[in-house]
């Protein structure tokens, strides 16, 4: 069971990603990322110029569910997990 | 198909909407639509949504600068605002009495953001991001560990980055530059975020950050160090693998670039960020004051503020709506062949 966070946009325009296991996650982030998918926030316009944007990917026993997450919705528990790659 | 009014005038028609937003929205609770279809319809509404929201901001904004009935007398002097939102989301948080003695971070955006507004005023006659003074109001701390900083339609806001990848925003003079030109934009052609016009918008701000730290170091044109974006802002974990800016205006795709772009219209890709396809016209721009010589503020900036300013550039403008502005500022300006010439290595048509 894991999650999948990509994010794209902002002022450098790169790709991060970053997986983890469902487990694996701090109780905040867990905590976090069920409030998110529960209210599943709908989509808005962005607030500013070159906005971060968030695509988050559960895969459970349930099976996979995608929620895209503007980035004045996103918690701050969660921006740390996806990482730019060089 | 979706069309945009504009509120400028422009050498080629803006779209108008011709279906009204809450009809897309109706449309797509149709459940007998294919999923697909009412996806773009969601997306289209949401999309109309973000353009009003954005002109509003722009809006307000203007509005919120006092305005007397009376002439004004003297012009005013915009004022650095300094907030610190202390790793919140909050804006535009708390204010900072003394940022030139309230540590590094605020004495750097004060310094940087009032040497922009200098920058404006003394190279391209411009009293402040509106034209008439508005005072420029900065964000610090915005968030924990945030990769990005922004221009929100009425002040600045910065993070301070990862610690890896990228260090505090405000840590590039051209960064500065380029946000603040994004306030510019909105009060002047308001380039639509997306497509070209937002790829023009990016590169705007890419042009006039990068030259705004050439004056501030006073390196010539001919100084390549003076083309690179965000330079400043080269976390640990970037410089470690050679890289050393965020983008290169000269050598958009060159290996050093943390995020490489097209260097010619022949690779413009439609479904690209803007941050990827501003490097066509960063790069014409660049050639552009390297073929004038000297120094990029002396002419070369000036020529392609006049585009950005009088020459009527629409809100939808393409590349090569945008080109043909650059060229009649710079055939005003003396300078036509050079500027024909740098939008022909570049191949925008």
Redesign the interface.
């Known amino acids: 069971m894991k999650v999948r966070i990509e994010q794209r946009g902002g002022f450098a325009g790169k790709l991060a990603v970053g997986e983890r296991d469902l487990n694996d996650l701090t109780p905040a982030q867990r905590a976090a990322l069920d409030k998110l998918v529960r209210s599943s926030p709908p989509p808005s316009p962005p607030t500013h110029i070159h906005p971060l944007r968030y695509r988050i990917t559960i895969t459970d026993h349930s099976g996979t569910r995608t929620v895209d997450v503007p980035e004045d919705q996103m918690p701050d528990e969660l921006t740390s997990i996806p990482e730019i790659e060089l | 198909m979706l069309a945009h009014h504009d509120d400028h005038h422009h050498r080629s028609c803006g779209c108008c909407f011709i279906v009204p937003p809450r009809v897309l929205r109706d449309i797509s609770r149709d459940t007998s639509l294919d999923i697909g279809v009412r996806k773009k319809l969601?997306?289209t509404f949401?999309?109309t949504?973000?353009?009003?929201?954005?002109r509003e901001?722009g809006r307000i904004a203007t509005l919120m600068q006092a305005r007397s009935i009376a002439p004004k007398l003297a012009e005013t002097t915009p004022q650095e605002q300094i907030f610190d939102c202390k790793h919140t989301?909050n804006l535009p948080g708390k204010p900072i009495g003394n940022p030139q003695s309230a540590g590094e971070a605020a004495s750097t955006v004060f310094n940087i953001t009032r040497q922009v507004a200098d920058f404006y005023r003394s190279v391209l006659g411009r009293n402040s991001v509106d034209g008439e003074g508005m005072d420029l109001v900065s964000s610090l701390h915005y968030?924990?560990?945030?990769?990005?900083?922004?221009?929100?339609?009425q002040q600045m806001?910065y993070g301070d980055g990862?610690g890896s990848?990228?260090t505090e925003?405000y840590n590039s003079p051209d960064?500065i530059g380029?946000?603040l030109t994004?306030g510019v934009t909105q009060h002047e052609s308001g380039l639509r975020?997306e497509g070209e016009p937002g790829a023009l918008?990016?590169s705007i701000s890419d042009v006039f950050g990068s030259v705004f730290h050439q004056w501030l170091e006073k390196w010539p044109a001919a100084n390549s160090d003076g083309w690179l974006i965000?330079a400043g802002i080269m976390g640990p974990?970037?410089l470690a693998?050679k890289?050393t800016c965020?983008r290169d205006m000269l050598d958009p795709g060159a290996s050093h670039c943390?995020?490489p772009q097209p260097g010619s219209y022949d690779n413009f890709d439609p479904a690209g960020?803007?941050?990827?396809n501003s490097g066509i016209p960063n790069r014409a721009f660049a050639l552009f004051a390297q073929a004038v010589g000297g120094n990029a503020w002396d002419q070369a900036i000036k020529v392609w503020y006049d585009a950005c300013t009088q020459r009527h550039l629409s809100s939808g403008a393409t590349f090569s709506e945008f080109k043909a502005a650059t060229l009649e500022a710079a055939a005003a300006a003396g300078v036509q062949q050079q500027a024909a010439a740098a939008w022909k290595a570049v191949n925008v048509p």
């Open positions: 969601q997306e949401a999309e949504n973000r353009l009003k929201v954005m901001a989301q968030r924990q560990h945030f990769d990005n900083a922004f221009w929100n339609g806001v990862d990848v990228f925003f960064v380029h946000e994004h975020y918008n990016e965000g974990k970037s693998k890289y965020l943390l995020s960020d803007v941050h990827e």
